[in-house]
């Protein structure tokens, strides 16, 4: 069983900052990759940024320059959110690929999410 707890969302003013932590426990072997995602009302879920356990990160265009994944230990992911924009608006999902058993591939794995909400 493996879970994922995500913490730091909340209510902000545009231009401010946020920071979202995501902490993975259970049985573990290794995890291939964190990430996170988003998903405004009325919309698709969407990539926000990744980041690989060699620390090859990776953004979603309408992030990029403002938020900052970070890798603080192979178990847990931080996303810094800056200069937020009332279209940031979302619920923000922790995702991690996890191998959980010799000889079995890596699978995917999300949080319950925590709710962003930029006013503007």
């Known amino acids: 069983q493996v879970q994922l707890v995500e913490s730091g969302g909340g209510l902000v003013q545009a231009g401010g900052s946020l920071r979202l932590s995501c902490a993975a426990s259970g049985s573990i072997i290794s995890i291939g990759m964190m990430g996170w995602y988003r998903q405004a009302p009325g919309k698709q879920r969407e990539l926000v940024a990744t980041?690989?356990?060699?620390?090859?990160t990776n953004y979603a265009d309408l992030v990029k320059g403002r938020f900052t994944i970070s890798l603080n230990n192979p178990k847990t992911v931080a996303l810094q959110m800056n200069s937020l924009k009332p279209e940031d608006t979302a619920v923000y999902f922790c995702?991690?690929?996890?191998?959980?058993?010799?000889?079995?591939?890596?699978?995917?794995?999300w949080g319950q999410g925590t709710q962003v909400t930029v006013s503007s």
């Open positions: 980041v690989s356990s060699g620390h090859t």
């Open positions: 995702t991690a690929d996890v191998r959980v058993e010799r000889g079995i591939g890596y699978q995917d794995y």
